[in-house]
């Protein structure tokens, strides 16, 4: 079994940062590793999403260049927030799964991650005008 946990949410200003990071736990292998988020009212979105077997990213294109997804090492991942906007406002989630294509992976990331097995309880993050 896998397990996700994740720390460092937060409330901050517009224009501050916030670094989420994601713990997992568990041998089962997986190859991609998102985090997606869903504000109140509304439904979960990709938010960014890591092959973990060779670092490739990926970005919704309301966080690209303010978000940055990356390795901690091969168990943990953080999600680096900057220029934060109150619409970032939602409950950030990470998820890990195995999809056996990169085509795959993208289509169940932009459907908001329906197809990832595992996921954590999620942190909120508050940004403030």
């Known amino acids: 079994q896998v397990q996700l946990v994740e720390s460092g949410g937060g409330s901050v200003q517009a224009g501050g940062s916030l670094r989420l990071s994601c713990a997992k736990s568990?041998?089962?292998?997986?190859?991609?590793m998102g985090w997606f988020r869903q504000p109140p009212g509304k439904e979960r979105e990709g938010v960014a999403m890591?092959?973990?077997?060779?670092?490739?990213t990926y970005y919704a294109d309301s966080v690209k260049g303010r978000f940055t997804i990356a390795q901690e090492d091969a168990e943990n991942a953080y999600l680096q927030m900057d220029d934060l906007k109150p619409e970032d406002t939602a409950m950030y989630y990470c998820?890990?799964?195995?999809?056996?294509?990169?085509?795959?992976?993208?289509?169940?990331?932009?459907?908001?991650?329906?197809?990832?097995?595992?996921w954590g309880q999620g942190t909120q993050v508050t940004v403030s005008s």
């Open positions: 890591i092959y973990t077997s060779g670092g490739a």
């Open positions: 568990g041998r089962t292998y997986t190859n991609y």
């Open positions: 998820a890990a799964g195995t999809f056996s294509t990169e085509e795959t992976a993208l289509y169940v990331f932009r459907l908001g991650g329906h197809g990832f097995d595992y």
